[in-house]
């Protein structure tokens, strides 16, 4: 009766058990004496909706969404939030009630995680890598901020479609190109999901003359913590990001929204470092 009592949080994707958000917001509750837990959801899509209806019966308060699921939750928001969508994804819902709240803090992890290094981002020019939710919101976050984005994909149609979709909301200059195309510019984001598969691939971004083009190299992926354009980045000493700085970001702006408070940022960021240590 007592557990139940606790309040309850977690990360909705499938699978989820890789995810070190449990890490740092646990870590973030238990400093603000906050009587929570974060979990882990891992929840095939056929049982998405039981899940999504048996939330107050399982005191959940509010999860984070991951893959597959950050457009398909949209079906079940109730109120949406206008930057989760413009981005057209939501990575925060809060419940409040029988009301499904939906947020996006990618944009901000991306955007915060990069002025923390390379500063005010205004007439900035980035040059994003991928078409998926994690490059949607990392343009969205460098145009929110006054930045200029050349987008590619492997699809080229995708960075076209995003390409087309932001001109119209924001009033600043975003080209798209075809994979493999060498734009240049003060920062790389690289935003696909290829090392998953291919963590000792090599493609052209990784090559030595193209990174020494960028003040700034920032990676999404934080596994491995140092990927391959990393260390190419790391030996040019570039300014580098790695995408743990997004996960915090993200996840310190998550833990505001639902626990009304500022987030425990340093404790976050330890036992984050500590967990990829
Ligand atoms: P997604 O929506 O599935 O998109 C995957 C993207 O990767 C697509 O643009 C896809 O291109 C591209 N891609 C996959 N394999 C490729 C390959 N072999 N060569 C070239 N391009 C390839 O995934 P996502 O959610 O955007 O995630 C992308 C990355 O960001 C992942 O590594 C994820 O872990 C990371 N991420 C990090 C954070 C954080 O907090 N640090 C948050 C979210 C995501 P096509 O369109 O051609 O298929």
Known sequence: MLAHMVKQYGILAYPAKHSLSPVMHNAG??????????????VREK??????KNLAEN?????????????KILDYIDKIDKDAEKIGAV????????????????????????????????????????????ARAAAYGLLAEGGHVWIQNRTREKADKIAVEFAELFDSEIH???????????????????????????????????????????????????????????KLRRTVISGDRMLLWQ???????????????EVMEGALEKAFS
């Not at 509750?29 to 891992?42: M, P, Q, T, V």
């Not at 709240?101 to 205004?122: C, F, M, P, Q, W």
């Open 176 to 234: 798209s190109d075809e994979w493999g195309t060498q734009g240049t510019g003060d920062i790389l984001v690289h935003a696909t999901s290829m090392w998953h598969k291919e963590p000792d691939s090599m493609p052209f971004f990784c090559e030595p003359e193209y990174v020494e083009c960028f003040d700034t190299v920032m990676d999404l992926s934080y596994t491995p913590p140092v990927t391959p354009l990393l260390r190419i980045a790391n």
């Open 91 to 134: 990575n925060t819902v809060v419940r409040k009630g029988k009301f499904l709240y939906g947020y996006n803090t990618d944009h901000l992890g991306v955007s915060l995680a990069l002025k923390e290094s390379y500063g005010d981002l205004r007439e900035s020019i980035s040059v994003v890598l991928g078409a998926g939710g994690a």
């Open 59 to 71: 005191n959940i308060f509010g999860f984070s969404v991951s893959l597959p699921y950050k457009e």
């Open 251 to 265: 996840g310190a702006k998550q833990f505001e929204l639902w626990t009304g408070k500022e987030a425990p940022f």
């Open 29 to 42: 509750f238990d400093k603000l004496g906050i009587n929570a837990r974060y979990n882990f959801f891992e």
């Open 47 to 52: 049982d998405l909706e039981d899940f999504i």
